[in-house]
């Protein structure tokens, strides 16, 4: 059984397009990645999959439950962090906390302190006196105190610092190890490379790539970077190409031969061929989509 299935999932908001024939399969026990920049679908997919709004068409399961007919059984079991928080004013970070233990049923004392102590946070200040990066810290206590088997994160890193993040990481790792699935939805590719296993690229509202980490990334293309003279008339699968003065940068997805000879015409004085990150990989897709409108 995947921890999320979905096949052609669709979500219009009347004529406006928020995610088109979407199918996306996450396995339990993955570190899944889902990449997109702001407006992808990423958020929507999100909130449908967790039954807060409804699908126009199309069908989904989380932990093998319908998002329609089994919402208050897959929230039980589902940790979700939204990119963007809001909290009852008023409340101490320690009464939110409880209020939220109290909603799953569960005493989350012990996971809470703990999560809490790792992240730095202090319980005792009012939510609404808190910064951006330590709303998020509430937010991601929430999310995790009552060992979900599913973690859904929505942009987690959003104004925590660089040690903070780490920590997150870290506490998202173990997690991880310890079976629970965590489907994190960032726009940072760093994020998706250094922690996920498997991820998807969405485009448009549809997924335009999916599958493992390492394989997105060895798409064949090649960075070449070199200082010269260069003549790139009529050569097929250049992108990106970026020149300042005698330097010259380009993403090449082209004939490895046709290339190498044309290097060889040139008068090239210092080169560089090497694998792209998965960001190139990523701004590849959606160069792409610019180059079809």
Do not use: W
């Amino acid at each position: 059984m995947n921890a999320i299935e979905t096949k052609q999932l669709t979500k219009f908001y009347g004529s406006a397009r928020g995610i088109e024939n979407l199918d996306l399969s996450v396995e339990q026990g993955d570190f899944f990645g889902f990449i997109g920049p702001n407006g992808a679908g990423k958020s929507t997919t999100i909130r449908t999959l967790l039954g807060l709004i409804s699908p126009t068409g199309g069908s989904a399961s989380v932990l093998g439950l319908d998002i329609r007919r089994e919402k208050p059984q897959l929230l039980s079991r589902v940790g979700y962090l939204p990119s963007e928080i809001t909290f009852y004013p008023g409340m101490k970070v320690s009464q939110v906390l409880r209020l939220s233990a109290r909603l799953r049923n569960k005493n989350c004392d012990r996971e809470a302190a703990e999560l809490c102590s790792r992240l730095q946070l202090d319980v005792s200040r009012r939510v609404e006196d808190l910064s951006l990066g330590n709303r998020k810290k509430v937010g991601i206590v929430c999310a995790l105190q009552h060992s979900p088997e599913l973690l859904i994160l929505d942009e987690a890193t959003s104004g925590l610092d660089p040690l903070m993040q780490r920590e997150f990481f870290e506490i998202l790792q173990e997690r991880n190890r310890e079976g629970t699935t965590v489907f994190l939805s960032s726009h940072v590719l760093s994020e998706i490379q250094h922690n996920c296993s498997r991820a998807a690229i969405i485009r448009g509202g549809k997924i335009v790539a999916s599958g493992a980490v390492s394989e997105l990334a060895d798409s064949g293309a090649r960075r070449v970077q070199l200082r010269g003279q260069l003549d790139l008339t009529g050569l097929t699968g250049i992108r990106g190409l970026s020149q300042a003065g005698d330097s010259m940068s380009f993403l090449y997805s082209g004939d490895l031969p046709a290339l190498l000879g044309r290097l060889a015409q040139g008068k090239v004085q210092d080169l560089t061929i090497a694998e792209p990150d998965l960001e190139e990989i990523f701004l590849h897709y959606y160069e792409s989509e610019a180059d079809e409108k």
